[in-house]
C-alpha cells in the first residue's frame, strides 16, 4: 500500500481552489478542522473538502484503514479512499458511516489531492482514489470527490477502463451506510438518520455525463461489462441536508437547473414552531421525510407537480395539505397544529433531588401502545423513555395508559394509570425509595456498546443515559477494536455523580481468537481506532498483548465475552475429541461471562439443551454455566462475569444482568476502577438479574475467598429485593453440585422466606468432608421482570443471582479441586442434535426419582 507525501506551502494546511471552497490533508496540528457528530471518523492522513455549506472527509490511504468495526469484515475489509463523513457546515452532525462508490474497497493504488485546473468551475476541489490496473487483474478504477463553492453536497466520478486482454464485468452499486431508512423519491434514492431527531439525510443522485448543473437524473445501473479497451464512467450527486426531504430537494436543484419552486413554510402551534413535526411529502407511492427547524421552518426545491404532505406530530391531531408547484414560483406551506397532549414528570429520590430514571407507556381501554421512536434513542425508544435527570415531558396521543416508572433493582417502582386529554399536559410527580441496601457495593457492567463500536448506531450519549437510568454505577467503556472514552459524555450529561468509567476496549475478531473486554487503556488520538492493539486468531496471543499493551498496569482486567466453553477449554481443532483447548488460556485471563444478557442455566445440571436456531431449526448449544462448574473442578480459577452487552436501548439494552462489586465508597464519582478491577481480579462478586445477595462465612470470607473448615463450614445468606423482583429458592451447590438438603424453596421452607424487601435472611450449614467450592444461587422460578422491562425482552428472564465460588480448604492441606465432571464426559464438538437428545434422554432415566431411590443424585 503506497504512502501519499504531501507538502503545505507557507503555513497553511489549505490548498485552497476559491475563496469559499478548500480541500486539505489533515495532519498533527489541524486536527481541529475535522467534521464533527455521531458517525465522525477523521485521524490524520485523512482529507476534508468543504465550502460554505458543507463539510466531507475522505479516507487517506493507510494500514488498515476502515470507518469502524463491521462496515465491512475480514483483511480485505478495509475502505481508504472512501467518503467517511458528510455533514452541513458547522452543523457538527454527521450521520455517514461510508459511502462506498461501486463499493470500493481493499487497498489502493494511492489516495490524493486532485488535479481540478480541467474542470473549469465545476470542481474547484477535488480528492481522487485511484486502483491501478497492475493491482487490480487489468481494471483501473478511479473515484473523483468533487467539491465547488455552490454544491450542498458531493459530485462522486467513477472511471472504470480495462487494460487487460479480456472483457471484464461486475457490479458497480453503491454501498452506503447506515442504511436502515432509505426510499426512492421521483428517482433520487434518500436516506435518514437511524435516529430521526438527530435531523440529518441524504440523498444520492445518478447523472448522466460528467454531471454538470442541468444534468438529467438517470437509473443507476447495476452491472457494467468493458471489452479489452473500453472506458466508461459514472457520475452521481450526494448531498445532505436537515432532513432527506431537503437534501433530496438539493440534488433537484441541480439535475433540474431553473426548473425547481422552493417549497417553504412553518408548522407551528399558536406563537411557537413545532420542532417535533414530521411532513412525509408525497408524489403517487413515493415519499421522503421532511423535518422542521427548531423555530418549525423548512424548505426544500421541487419539480413541478402534485404533492401532498401529512403532517404528524406524537400528541397532535395530524393534518394533510395538498399543493400544487409550477417549477418557477415558490410554493408556500403553513401548518397550525394544535396544542400537545402529554405526561409531564418530575421524578426525585428521597432527599428531593431529580434521578434518572425509566418511564413505560402500555395502552389501556383501546389506546393503542405508542411508537415513541427507535431502539437506540434513549428519549423514547418504541414505548419506554429513559431520562438523565428525571424531569422530562413525553407526548403523548389522547388515551388511557399505564405508566411505570423505574429505577434499576434498587429503587422501589411509581406505577399509575392516567388519563391523557386532548391538547393538555397531565402532570406525573413521583419519589423513588431507595429500598435495596447494597452499602459497600457498587453495581457495575463491563460490556456495553454504542455508535463507535460499528455494529451497532445507539449514540453514545443514549448508552449513558440508558445506563445511570437502569441504575448501573461503574461501566468500563468497551466499544469494538477502539479505544474510546465515556468520560466526555458522562460530563456533558451532568452525570459524574451517578455514573463512573474507565477508558477500554472490545478487541474483536473472528474465529477463535474470541472477543475479550479489557481496561484500562490510554487512547492515542487521530489514528486508526485510537491505537487499539490488532485482533489475533490464536486467543492466547490476544491475551498477552492486551496484558502488556500500552503501559500493562498490574491492575488490567481482561475477560473473554461469550465465550465459547467448548473450544476455548475442552476441543479446540472441533474434531469431537478432547484436546484440552487452547492449553494455558486459563492463566491468562481474569473471567469469563458465564451470563451475557440471556436467561440463566445455573441450576441445570447438563452441559447443552436442544432448541431452534434463528432459521427455525433443532441445534445443540452448550451451557457456559456447567462448563465452567467443570472447569473450576478441574483447578481453573477464572471468575463468572455477568454483562449485558447492549447494543440498543430498547430489547438488547441496560439492565438484565450486571455485578456488584465490593466498594470504599459508595459514590460513583468517587469510585476508582483500580479498586474495581482488583476485587473483580479476586473473584469477589456477585452476578444478579434482580436479587441483591450476600453470602459470608462465618471468619467473613467471601466470593473469590478461602477459608478453612473441620467437617462444616455456615453460610450466612441474606437476599433482598426492590418491589417488582421476587425469589422462591435459594441453594448451595457444593463442587457445581446442587444438593438437595441445600435446597430451600418457599414451598419446602415457607418460614424462611419473607414478603418485604429481605427475602432470605438465615445461616446455613453446610457439611463437608473434603475441599469444595461453594456457590449460592437466589433464584425465582415463578416470576420474571416484566415490572421492570415491560415489552423489551429483558423481561423474560428469572430473578437470579449467584456469587463467585468460596473455596473451602477441609483437611488443612490447601485446597485441591477434585476433578469431578458433574456426571457428563468433558463436552466435545461434532454432538449432533439426535446424539444430544439422546444422552440428555439417558442422563434423565439415571436420575430421575424411584420408590426405591426417591432422591437421586446426579451421577
Same mark, same amino acid.
Given at each position: 500500500?503506497?504512502?501519499?507525501?504531501?507538502?503545505?506551502?507557507?503555513?497553511?494546511?489549505?490548498?485552497?481552489?476559491?475563496?469559499?471552497?478548500?480541500?486539505?490533508?489533515?495532519?498533527?496540528?489541524?486536527?481541529?478542522?475535522?467534521?464533527?457528530?455521531?458517525?465522525?471518523?477523521?485521524?490524520?492522513?485523512?482529507?476534508?473538502?468543504?465550502?460554505?455549506?458543507?463539510?466531507?472527509?475522505?479516507?487517506?490511504? &493507510?494500514?488498515?484503514?476502515?470507518?469502524?468495526?463491521?462496515?465491512?469484515?475480514?483483511?480485505?475489509?478495509?475502505?481508504?479512499?472512501?467518503?467517511?463523513?458528510?455533514?452541513?457546515?458547522?452543523?457538527?452532525?454527521?450521520?455517514?458511516?461510508?459511502?462506498?462508490?461501486?463499493?470500493?474497497?481493499?487497498?489502493?493504488?494511492?489516495?490524493?489531492?486532485?488535479?481540478?485546473?480541467?474542470?473549469?468551475?465545476?470542481?474547484?476541489?477535488?480528492?481522487?482514489?485511484?486502483?491501478?490496473?497492475?493491482?487490480?487483474?487489468?481494471?483501473?478504477?478511479?473515484?473523483?470527490?468533487?467539491?465547488?463553492?455552490?454544491?450542498?453536497?458531493?459530485?462522486?466520478?467513477?472511471?472504470?477502463?480495462?487494460?487487460?486482454?479480456?472483457?471484464?464485468?461486475?457490479?458497480?452499486?453503491?454501498?452506503?451506510?447506515?442504511?436502515?431508512?432509505?426510499?426512492?423519491?421521483?428517482?433520487?434514492?434518500?436516506?435518514?438518520?437511524?435516529?430521526?431527531?438527530?435531523?440529518?439525510?441524504?440523498?444520492?443522485?445518478?447523472?448522466?455525463?460528467?454531471?454538470?448543473?442541468?444534468?438529467?437524473?438517470?437509473?443507476?445501473?447495476?452491472?457494467?461489462?468493458?471489452?479489452?479497451? *473500453?472506458?466508461?464512467?459514472?457520475?452521481?450527486?450526494?448531498?445532505?441536508?436537515?432532513?432527506?426531504?431537503?437534501?433530496?430537494?438539493?440534488?433537484?436543484?441541480?439535475?433540474?437547473?431553473?426548473?425547481?419552486?422552493?417549497?417553504?413554510?412553518?408548522?407551528?402551534?399558536?406563537?411557537?414552531?413545532?420542532?417535533?413535526?414530521?411532513?412525509?411529502?408525497?408524489?403517487?407511492?413515493?415519499?421522503?421525510?421532511?423535518?422542521?427547524?427548531? *423555530?418549525?421552518?423548512?424548505?426544500?426545491?421541487?419539480?413541478?407537480?402534485?404533492?401532498?404532505?401529512?403532517?404528524?406530530?406524537?400528541?397532535?391531531?395530524?393534518?394533510?395539505?395538498?399543493?400544487?408547484?409550477?417549477?418557477?414560483?415558490?410554493?408556500?406551506?403553513?401548518?397550525?397544529?394544535?396544542?400537545?397532549?402529554?405526561?409531564?414528570?418530575?421524578? $426525585?429520590?428521597?432527599?428531593?433531588?431529580?434521578?434518572?430514571?425509566?418511564?413505560?407507556?402500555?395502552?389501556?381501554?383501546?389506546?393503542?401502545?405508542? $411508537?415513541?421512536?427507535? &431502539?437506540?434513542?434513549?428519549?423514547?425508544?418504541?414505548?419506554?423513555?429513559?431520562?438523565?435527570?428525571?424531569?422530562?415531558?413525553?407526548?403523548?396521543?389522547?388515551?388511557?395508559?399505564?405508566?411505570?416508572?423505574?429505577?434499576?433493582?434498587?429503587?422501589?417502582?411509581?406505577?399509575?394509570?392516567?388519563?391523557?386529554?386532548?391538547?393538555?399536559?397531565?402532570?406525573?410527580?413521583?419519589?423513588? $425509595?431507595?429500598?435495596?441496601?447494597?452499602?459497600?457495593?457498587?453495581?457495575?457492567?463491563? +460490556?456495553?456498546?454504542?455508535?463507535?463500536?460499528?455494529?451497532?448506531?445507539?449514540?453514545?450519549?443514549?448508552?449513558?443515559?440508558?445506563?445511570?437510568?437502569?441504575?448501573?454505577?461503574?461501566?468500563?467503556?468497551?466499544?469494538?477494536?477502539?479505544?474510546?472514552?465515556?468520560?466526555?459524555?458522562?460530563?456533558?450529561?451532568?452525570?459524574?455523580?451517578?455514573?463512573?468509567?474507565?477508558?477500554?476496549?472490545?478487541?474483536?475478531?473472528?474465529?477463535?481468537?474470541?472477543?475479550?473486554?479489557?481496561?484500562?487503556?490510554?487512547?492515542?488520538?487521530?489514528?486508526?481506532?485510537?491505537?487499539?492493539?490488532?485482533?489475533?486468531?490464536?486467543?492466547?496471543?490476544?491475551?498477552?498483548?492486551?496484558?502488556?499493551?500500552?503501559?500493562?498496569?498490574?491492575?488490567?482486567?481482561?475477560?473473554?465475552?461469550?465465550?465459547?466453553?467448548?473450544?476455548?477449554?475442552?476441543?479446540?481443532?472441533?474434531?469431537?475429541?478432547?484436546?484440552?483447548?487452547?492449553?494455558?488460556?486459563?492463566?491468562?485471563?481474569?473471567?469469563?461471562?458465564? *451470563?451475557?444478557?440471556?436467561?440463566?442455566?445455573?441450576?441445570?445440571?447438563?452441559?447443552?439443551?436442544?432448541?431452534?436456531?434463528?432459521?427455525?431449526?433443532?441445534?445443540?448449544?452448550?451451557?457456559?454455566?456447567?462448563?465452567?462448574? *467443570?472447569?473450576?473442578?478441574?483447578?481453573?480459577?477464572?471468575?463468572?462475569?455477568?454483562?449485558?452487552?447492549? +447494543?440498543?436501548?430498547?430489547?438488547?439494552?441496560?439492565?438484565?444482568?450486571?455485578?456488584?462489586?465490593?466498594?470504599?465508597?459508595?459514590?460513583?464519582?468517587?469510585?476508582?476502577?483500580?479498586?474495581?478491577?482488583?476485587?473483580?481480579?479476586?473473584?469477589?462478586?456477585?452476578?444478579?438479574?434482580?436479587?441483591?445477595?450476600?453470602?459470608?462465612?462465618?471468619?467473613?470470607?467471601?466470593?473469590?475467598?478461602?477459608?478453612?473448615?473441620?467437617?462444616?463450614?455456615?453460610?450466612?445468606?441474606?437476599?433482598?429485593?426492590?418491589?417488582?423482583?421476587?425469589?422462591?429458592?435459594?441453594?448451595?451447590?457444593?463442587?457445581?453440585?446442587?444438593?438437595?438438603?441445600?435446597?430451600?424453596?418457599?414451598?419446602?421452607?415457607?418460614?424462611?422466606?419473607?414478603?418485604?424487601?429481605?427475602?432470605?435472611?438465615?445461616?446455613?450449614?453446610?457439611?463437608?468432608?473434603?475441599?469444595?467450592?461453594?456457590?449460592?444461587?437466589?433464584?425465582?422460578?415463578?416470576?420474571?421482570?416484566?415490572?421492570?422491562?415491560?415489552?423489551?425482552?429483558?423481561?423474560?428472564?428469572?430473578?437470579?443471582?449467584?456469587?463467585?465460588?468460596?473455596?473451602?480448604?477441609?483437611?488443612?492441606?490447601?485446597? $485441591?479441586?477434585?476433578?469431578?465432571?458433574?456426571?457428563?464426559?468433558?463436552?466435545?464438538?461434532?454432538?449432533?442434535?439426535?446424539?444430544?437428545?439422546?444422552?440428555?434422554?439417558? +442422563?434423565?432415566?439415571?436420575?430421575?426419582?424411584?420408590?426405591?431411590?426417591?432422591?437421586?443424585?446426579?451421577?
Amino acid at each position: 500500500m503506497k504512502r501519499l507525501l504531501t507538502f503545505a506551502l507557507g503555513f497553511s494546511p489549505l490548498l485552497a481552489c476559491a475563496a469559499a471552497t478548500a480541500v486539505f490533508e489533515i495532519g498533527p496540528k489541524n486536527t481541529s478542522q475535522l467534521p464533527r457528530g455521531k458517525e465522525a471518523d477523521g485521524i490524520i492522513g485523512d482529507f476534508v473538502l468543504r465550502n460554505d455549506f458543507v463539510e466531507a472527509l475522505v479516507s487517506g490511504d &493507510q494500514p488498515m484503514r476502515r470507518a469502524d468495526m463491521s462496515t465491512f469484515y475480514g483483511d480485505a475489509g478495509i475502505t481508504p479512499g472512501c467518503l467517511y463523513d458528510l455533514t452541513l457546515r458547522g452543523a457538527h452532525n454527521d450521520q455517514l458511516t461510508i459511502f462506498s462508490p461501486g463499493n470500493q474497497r481493499g487497498d489502493v493504488s494511492y489516495v490524493r489531492i486532485g488535479d481540478s485546473s480541467g474542470e473549469g468551475a465545476l470542481a474547484q476541489a477535488v480528492v481522487e482514489t485511484v486502483v491501478s490496473a497492475a493491482a487490480n487483474g487489468g481494471l483501473y478504477k478511479r473515484h473523483q470527490y468533487i467539491l465547488n463553492d455552490s454544491m450542498r453536497g458531493l459530485l462522486v466520478r467513477t472511471t472504470y477502463r480495462n487494460e487487460s486482454n479480456e472483457t471484464a464485468s461486475g457490479s458497480v452499486e453503491d454501498f452506503l451506510k447506515p442504511a436502515s431508512t432509505n426510499s426512492v423519491f421521483l428517482g433520487v434514492r434518500w436516506f435518514n438518520a437511524v435516529d430521526p431527531a438527530d435531523k440529518c439525510g441524504y440523498a444520492l443522485g445518478w447523472l448522466e455525463g460528467q454531471g454538470a448543473p442541468g444534468s438529467k437524473l438517470i437509473t443507476p445501473p447495476t452491472q457494467v461489462t468493458l471489452a479489452p479497451g *473500453q472506458s466508461t464512467n459514472f457520475t452521481r450527486y450526494l448531498t445532505v441536508g436537515k432532513s432527506p426531504g431537503e437534501a433530496v430537494g438539493e440534488v433537484f436543484s441541480w439535475s433540474h437547473l431553473g426548473q425547481t419552486s422552493l417549497l417553504s413554510g412553518t408548522v407551528r402551534s399558536g406563537a411557537r414552531g413545532v420542532a417535533t413535526a414530521e411532513i412525509t411529502l408525497r408524489s403517487g407511492k413515493a415519499f421522503v421525510p421532511v423535518y422542521p427547524d427548531a *423555530q418549525g421552518n423548512f424548505a426544500l426545491h421541487l419539480p413541478a407537480g402534485s404533492y401532498s404532505a401529512d403532517i404528524v406530530d406524537r400528541g397532535r391531531a395530524p393534518l394533510t395539505r395538498t399543493l400544487e408547484v409550477d417549477g418557477k414560483n415558490p410554493a408556500p406551506l403553513t401548518a397550525e397544529m394544535q396544542a400537545p397532549s402529554a405526561i409531564a414528570f418530575e421524578i $426525585k429520590d428521597e432527599a428531593g433531588k431529580g434521578i434518572p430514571c425509566k418511564a413505560q407507556f402500555i395502552g389501556l381501554a383501546g389506546t393503542p401502545a405508542p $411508537k415513541l421512536g427507535p &431502539q437506540t434513542r434513549a428519549h423514547g425508544c418504541v414505548d419506554q423513555w429513559h431520562s438523565e435527570r428525571g424531569d422530562f415531558t413525553v407526548p403523548l396521543d389522547p388515551g388511557m395508559y399505564k405508566v411505570i416508572v423505574t429505577r434499576g433493582i434498587e429503587y422501589g417502582h411509581w406505577e399509575q394509570t392516567l388519563r391523557v386529554t386532548p391538547g393538555e399536559v397531565t402532570m406525573a410527580r413521583a419519589t423513588l $425509595k431507595r429500598l435495596v441496601d447494597t452499602r459497600g457495593w457498587v453495581s457495575a457492567d463491563f +460490556h456495553n456498546h454504542s455508535t463507535p463500536s460499528g455494529d451497532n448506531h445507539c449514540g453514545t450519549d443514549d448508552r449513558i443515559i440508558n445506563l445511570a437510568a437502569e441504575h448501573i454505577e461503574f461501566a468500563p467503556t468497551t466499544e469494538h477494536n477502539r479505544i474510546y472514552d465515556w468520560w466526555p459524555h458522562i460530563r456533558r450529561l451532568g452525570l459524574t455523580n451517578e455514573l463512573s468509567t474507565v477508558v477500554g476496549l472490545e478487541l474483536t475478531g473472528s474465529g477463535a481468537g474470541s472477543h475479550f473486554n479489557s481496561f484500562p487503556f490510554r487512547p492515542t488520538p487521530f489514528v486508526q481506532n485510537n491505537g487499539a492493539p490488532t485482533h489475533q486468531t490464536d486467543p492466547r496471543l490476544n491475551a498477552i498483548n492486551l496484558r502488556t499493551w500500552d503501559d500493562a498496569p498490574a491492575d488490567r482486567w481482561i475477560q473473554i465475552n461469550h465465550p465459547d466453553m467448548v473450544e476455548k477449554f475442552t476441543d479446540r481443532d472441533g474434531d469431537g475429541r478432547f484436546d484440552g483447548g487452547f492449553a494455558g488460556l486459563e492463566g491468562l485471563i481474569d473471567g469469563v461471562e458465564t *451470563q451475557n444478557y440471556g436467561a440463566s442455566a445455573i441450576l441445570d445440571p447438563v452441559p447443552f439443551r436442544i432448541g431452534r436456531g434463528r432459521d427455525g431449526r433443532e441445534e445443540l448449544s452448550y451451557s457456559r454455566e456447567f462448563i465452567w462448574l *467443570q472447569m473450576l473442578n478441574r483447578g481453573h480459577r477464572y471468575w463468572g462475569v455477568a454483562v449485558c452487552d447492549a +447494543h440498543s436501548v430498547y430489547g438488547n439494552g441496560v439492565g438484565g444482568w450486571r455485578m456488584y462489586i465490593p466498594s470504599s465508597t459508595d459514590a460513583p464519582a468517587q469510585i476508582r476502577w483500580q479498586e474495581m478491577s482488583r476485587n473483580a481480579k479476586a473473584g469477589r462478586t456477585v452476578l444478579t438479574t434482580g436479587p441483591f445477595l450476600e453470602v459470608r462465612a462465618e471468619d467473613g470470607t467471601i466470593a473469590g475467598g478461602q477459608t478453612r473448615a473441620n467437617g462444616a463450614i455456615t453460610l450466612h445468606v441474606r437476599v433482598q429485593c426492590t418491589d417488582w423482583v421476587d425469589i422462591d429458592r435459594v441453594q448451595v451447590l457444593v463442587n457445581g453440585r446442587a444438593v438437595p438438603s441445600l435446597n430451600f424453596t418457599r414451598q419446602s421452607h415457607p418460614e424462611d422466606f419473607a414478603a418485604g424487601v429481605v427475602k432470605f435472611d438465615r445461616d446455613i450449614a453446610v457439611p463437608l468432608t473434603a475441599d469444595a467450592h461453594l456457590i449460592v444461587v437466589a433464584y425465582g422460578g415463578g416470576s420474571d421482570l416484566s415490572k421492570g422491562y415491560g415489552t423489551s425482552s429483558q423481561s423474560t428472564i428469572r430473578p437470579c443471582a449467584y456469587h463467585n465460588p468460596i473455596f473451602v480448604d477441609a483437611d488443612g492441606n490447601g485446597f $485441591k479441586p477434585n476433578g469431578d465432571t458433574l456426571g457428563w464426559d468433558l463436552p466435545v464438538k461434532k454432538i449432533s442434535v439426535a446424539e444430544g437428545r439422546r444422552l440428555l434422554e439417558l +442422563h434423565k432415566s439415571r436420575t430421575a426419582p424411584t420408590p426405591e431411590n426417591p432422591t437421586p443424585k446426579n451421577p
